[in-house]
């Protein structure tokens, strides 16, 4: 077939087109490679801790060492060496900042490259192309810079770099940290309670809103660096909060590991939106550099009517291995999945959601669309689990898999576990190919073959677009079509 | 406009054209009639640059231009449409986006500035009135759940809105009912000037009352056996193409 010879020709072209590859040369305190228990207590030193949490750490990373290497995901990359990494880095800053204007300039400029609204002041005056969200930076191991606290202190919100969270509310973070994910949770999930470094800490109180939308962009920078971010939300009783969050990287020859943990925390009437587009470095088209994504996101419904919804764009990382989940405990809680995964070349992507029923008339909706181009793996993991008490508990799935070409694939692969007598559950799944008419209709009207494609997977992923905040929709948008470039002749 | 000069075309690695001789000059209608599988779509194909459509010898000319070297897209902003036989569902994508993803790709191309959504929508309001279109088919998804009819009113619409100079219709007639066919035939009617040209296939003479045609041709296995005037429509319909190869 012409467009899969196309397609494998083209293929060499993509690594062109990763807009965010650059390397900044920013000096960075970074801690002595390899990790020990001296590295946990540098870190915790570095961060100023509490013996508590040092002691955290300390458990999680004894635990850690008793552990094996998962190998259970449809994923295949070399050992990892953990001695290989530093785990600590952080861009070098004079004095404690106290406002956005002391932000190394160098830095900013970074973080304007990747078109992060970080400044205040622009987003204030409505410069053009300023979203209206309070950003969290993580650079490397550190959070730069929050915008927009003091509205949101007015609210009684806390946004914040969970290092200063473990400082000033103390008692919220040590009642829910490791509360959705304990650190014996998988390997990961104990590597990273070990040695987090940073990531977002949201509190939203009884009955507000937030203001506005609250988001996270991280970046690794550093080389040999991993990224251990640790995001913890909680919302309390009738509360609502959206939260978006961003990733890149630079281009490196090397595999960079990205292991974060999320904790959600959702209360009685109360509803989370969680929204992420990852675009980590995936590597070049021979599979060289990129990113390893092993991420832990779960959330947990703890009361009744309590909402979480995960949507997720991912289009980045050699290697994405991740299953934002939901625990629904509060009867009628409901929880969403809306995925969409591209992987183009030698990517691989294990991904997807576990929806764990436990309470009354819970119900989950999970729509995954993958996408796979080049010699790309992709695989959807699902589990469904209606627990005893679930009674009358609904799930609905939606698994559309699309291929480019033919030297790429797509798997499936559902676990449904039914200890309810009246739960519904409802699979759904197809594997399509954009099709050569296809391309040729878009193109006979003027598109070009990338245009046409881009323009195809969109559609294919629009139920999915349609659920992310509109300034985002618009990114992943394009997104969808940059990570496809190459993908057709 | 368009010179066909001995043209042979494979697909799948059979010939299907045969030789194929046709001029078309600007302000002509020219109508090719013909059985099934005669191979008037494989034309269609050739001519609008589908992929697997191979050219083993001859030559197109268009305003002058060698056409094959073109790509479909660059054919396309050059003003070359294609009313497909049978259009193409694109899931998910509403219609009102590729219409304008569509009109702005060509004005791009040829260095015209970019139309916004409100002034794109202005310009649809027009097409889609004039076409008796309702207005939520926008809102679909290119030809997804379109009924036949539907579908070939859309590629009508398509091609009013990007006003092409050469107008290929592949049996655009087929599924219509008799309303719609005046309607879409007034569509093609409209586009007609002494600048544009268009290349009607058809197997009914009934189209030809309404888009009248300045020639009618033959194509039979590969090949155009036949050419007149609108006559030859007349003559074909009552007397089939058996009593042409017999004659
Ligand atoms: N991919 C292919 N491989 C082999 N033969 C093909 C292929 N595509 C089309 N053909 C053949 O080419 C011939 C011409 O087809 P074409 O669609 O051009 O006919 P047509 O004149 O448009 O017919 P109709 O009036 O039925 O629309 C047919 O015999 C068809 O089977
Ligand atoms: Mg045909």
């Given amino acids: 077939m012409a467009i899969a010879r196309e397609t494998v020709e083209q293929v060499a072209s993509v690594s062109d087109k990763y807009k965010y590859g650059f390397i900044s040369d920013i000096e960075a305190d970074t801690a002595p490679i390899g990790l020990s228990e001296d590295i946990v207590r540098f870190i915790s030193a570095k961060k100023e801790e509490p013996e508590w949490l040092l002691e955290w750490r300390l458990k999680a990373y004894r635990y850690w060492l008793t552990m094996e290497e998962p190998e259970w995901a449809n994923v295949h990359y070399p050992k990892i060496d953990f001695q290989d990494i530093y785990y600590y880095s952080a861009p070098k800053q004079k004095d404690k900042l106290k406002s956005l204007d002391e932000v190394d300039p160098e830095l900013l400029e970074v973080y304007k490259k990747l078109g992060i609204p970080l400044k205040e002041q622009e987003v204030l005056a409505g410069v053009e192309g300023a979203y209206n969200v309070a950003v969290d930076a993580v650079f490397d191991s550190v959070s730069v810079a929050t915008t927009f606290k003091a509205r949101l202190e007015k609210e009684g919100v806390i946004f914040c770099p969970i290092s200063e969270a473990v400082r000033d509310h103390p008692d919220l973070v040590k009642e829910y940290m490791g509360s959705v994910v304990p650190y014996t949770d998988n390997y990961y999930a104990a590597l990273n309670s070990a040695v987090f470094t940073d990531g977002s800490f949201c509190y939203i109180p009884k009955g507000v809103r937030c203001p506005m939308e609250l988001s996270t962009y991280f970046r690794i920078n550093a080389a040999q660096t991993g990224q251990f971010e640790r995001t913890l939300i909680i919302a309390e009783d009738e509360s609502y909060v959206s939260y978006l969050e961003g990733c890149t990287a630079p281009m490196r020859d090397e595999n960079q590991l990205h292991a974060a943990v999320v904790e959600l925390i959702i209360k009685k009437d109360a509803e989370i939106k969680y929204s992420t587009v990852q675009n980590w470095y995936p590597g070049d088209e021979n599979g060289v550099g990129g990113i390893y994504n092993f991420v832990t996101k779960r959330a947990a419904c703890r009361g009744e009517n309590a909402k979480v919804s995960w949507t997720q764009v991912e289009t980045g990382s050699a290697i994405t291995w991740k299953y934002p989940s939901c625990i629904l405990q509060g009867d009628n809680s409901v929880g969403e999945f809306y995925s969409i995964a591209i992987a183009n070349n030698m990517q691989q992507a294990d991904t997807g959601t576990k929806m764990i029923h436990l309470g009354k008339n819970t119900s989950s909706t999970i729509i995954s669309k993958g996408i796979s181009a080049g010699k790309a793996q992709n695989t959807y993991r699902g589990l469904v689990r209606m627990g005893r008490k679930a009674e009358n508990a609904r799930n609905h799935t939606v698994c559309d898999s699309l291929l480019i070409g033919d030297k790429c694939g797509a798997h499936t692969v559902p676990y449904i576990e039914n200890q309810s007598r009246t739960a519904t559950i409802e699979h759904e799944a197809t594997t399509s190919k954009v099709s050569e008419e296809q391309l040729f209709y878009c193109q006979q009207r003027g598109l070009s073959e990338e245009e046409s494609m881009a323009l195809i997977v969109n559609g294919f992923c629009k139920e999915v677009l349609q659920k992310l905040p509109m300034e985002f929709a618009v990114e992943a948008q394009k997104l969808v079509g940059i990570s496809l470039e190459g993908s057709v002749g | ?247």
């Fill in chain 2, 1 to 247: 406009m368009l010179e066909i000069k001995n043209l042979h075309a494979t697909v799948g690695g059979k010939e299907i054209l045969k030789g194929i001789n046709l001029t078309i000059k600007a302000g002509e209608v020219h109508a090719v009639m013909g059985p099934n599988g005669a191979g008037k779509s494989t034309l269609s194909y050739v001519l609008a640059g589908r992929d697997g459509y191979e050219v083993t010898s001859g030559e197109v000319l268009y305003k002058g231009e060698n056409l094959l070297d073109l790509s479909p897209d660059e054919r396309a902003a050059k003003g070359i449409f294609l009313a497909f036989q049978y259009p193409v569902e694109i899931p998910g994508v509403a219609s009102a986006t590729f219409l304008k993803t569509a009109y702005n790709a060509q004005r791009k191309a040829r260095g015209e500035p970019e139309v916004d959504a409100m002034e794109f929508l202005k310009l649809i309001r027009v097409k889609t009135k004039e076409l008796g279109i309702k207005d939520d088919m926008l809102k679909r998804a290119v030809n997804v759940g379109f009924s036949g009819g539907e579908k070939k009113r859309n590629e009508v619409l398509q091609m009013s809105l990007l006003e092409p100079d050469l107008m290929l219709l592949d049996e655009t007639d087929s599924g219509l009912d008799i309303d719609a066919l005046k309607i879409a035939a007034e569509g093609v009617n409209r586009l007609r000037s002494p600048e544009r040209a268009a290349l009607v296939i058809t197997h009914y003479q009934r189209l030809l009352d309404y888009i009248v045609p300045d020639f009618v041709h033959v194509l039979a296995d590969g090949k155009i056996v036949k050419s007149g005037d609108k006559s030859l429509a007349h003559e074909l319909e009552e007397k089939g193409y058996a009593a042409l190869s017999a004659a």
